[in-house]
């Protein structure tokens, strides 16, 4: 069964600075996907990345994708209030359920 | 269409009891999936529909949890003898194909007294 770690659990930080945050699988990766998850509400998906070594950016967001496709990276430039929340990293096989990490729950205090 | 559609919102029951939850779907989109997510934790699946079909159940769906798509369009999500472990929030969503974007909604909370 696939696990994915995502570190840290909990970060608080003030608006306008920078963070990361990390996801790593057990195993390989078929298809990464990162979703942002605001209180009360369902997750909503960021974006999909399903090359090795891939970068995609979102605005402030910057996606990075391990060469080994085991791993990525989540970094927000210039934190803001609406950055709050659970991002949370998924693998998502072409044909098989979803699976989710526990998240990282972000606070970007104003 | 508005996007995909749960209901109730919020559902208060007494351990024991039996609960029902709805799901309505993006009109067309031939995957629907339900996952449960408890506070602090990312979501957790436990089963999901190609078109009617119930092509997976996780071996976190006990026998007290049944979950039908009846014709393929909106599903239904019945929990029997409702235990306080079953508080949660549950989630569903649904995709027009098998690898296309899933679409969540916002969720039925459940809170078992």
């Known amino acids: 069964t696939q696990l994915l770690e995502q570190s840290p659990q909990f970060l608080s930080i003030q608006e306008g600075e920078n963070l990361t945050v990390y996801c790593n699988s057990s195993?390989?990766?078929?298809?990464l996907q990162w979703y942002r998850q605001e209180p009360g509400e369902g997750p909503v998906l960021l974006v999909t990345?399903?090359?090795?070594?891939e970068v995609k950016k979102l605005k402030r967001l910057t996606f990075q994708f391990g060469d080994a496709r085991k791993d990525s990276s989540l970094h927000i430039t210039a934190a803001q209030p609406g950055d709050t929340g659970l991002y949370l990293c998924?693998?998502?096989?072409?044909?098989?359920?979803?699976?989710f990490g526990k998240g990282t729950r972000l606070h970007i205090l104003p | 269409d508005t996007g995909v559609s749960q209901n109730p919102r919020h559902k208060i029951t007494k351990r024991g009891q039996n609960v029902t939850f709805r799901c309505d779907p993006i009109?067309?989109?031939?995957?629907l999936y339900w996952y449960r997510q408890t506070l602090g934790q990312g979501p957790e699946f436990l089963t999901y529909f190609q078109n009617e079909a119930q092509l997976e159940k996780s071996r976190l769906l006990s026998d007290r949890f049944s979950a039908e798509r009846p014709k393929g369009s909106f599903s239904t999500l019945e929990i029997q003898r409702t235990e306080q472990g079953d508080s949660a929030m549950y989630l569903c969503?649904?995709?027009?194909?098998?690898?296309?974007?899933?679409?969540f909604g916002q969720g039925t909370r459940l809170t078992v007294v």
């Open positions: 969503a649904s995709s027009l194909t098998r690898d296309t974007e899933a679409f």
């Open positions: 195993s390989v990766f078929s298809s």
């Open positions: 009109s067309e989109h031939n995957r």
């Open positions: 998924a693998d998502r096989p072409r044909d098989d359920k979803i699976i």
């Open positions: 990345v399903v090359t090795g070594g």
